[in-house]
């Protein structure tokens, strides 16, 4: 059994910072892509970064030059640095993650969403 577990979601006001974190714990034979995505009252879930395994990244529009995306291999957790904070990035994030339990069993992983509200 392989799970997610998101933290550091919280409230903070326009303009600061907050840093996500999700370790990924259970049967695990390696991890592929892990990335965050996020999704707002009446909107679709939407990507925001994405980070490979060797550590190439990709990022929405919306969020280049202020967030970052980060993983550390040994602990399986990935990270993401939120700067410069918008009211418009208020939203549950979830952690996603592409992962191998076995030789040749995969799977598609969700942590359980952590809230993100930024006030104005």
């Known amino acids: 059994q392989v799970q997610l577990v998101e933290s550091g979601g919280g409230l903070v006001q326009a303009g600061g910072s907050l840093r996500l974190s999700c370790a990924a714990s259970?049967?695990?034979?390696?991890?592929?892509?892990m990335g965050w995505y996020r999704q707002a009252p009446g909107k679709q879930r939407e990507l925001v970064a994405k980070?490979?395994?060797?550590?190439?990244?990709n990022y929405a529009d919306s969020v280049k030059g202020r967030f970052t995306i980060s993983r550390d291999n040994a602990k399986n957790t990935v990270y993401l640095q939120m700067n410069s904070l918008k009211p418009e990035d208020t939203a549950v994030y979830y952690c996603?993650?592409?992962?191998?339990?076995?030789?040749?069993?995969?799977?598609?992983?969700w942590g359980q969403g952590t809230q993100v509200t930024v006030s104005s």
């Open positions: 980070i490979t395994s060797v550590g190439t990244t």
């Open positions: 996603n993650a592409d992962i191998w339990y076995g030789p040749l069993g995969r799977g598609d992983y």
């Open positions: 259970g049967s695990i034979f390696s991890i592929n892509d």
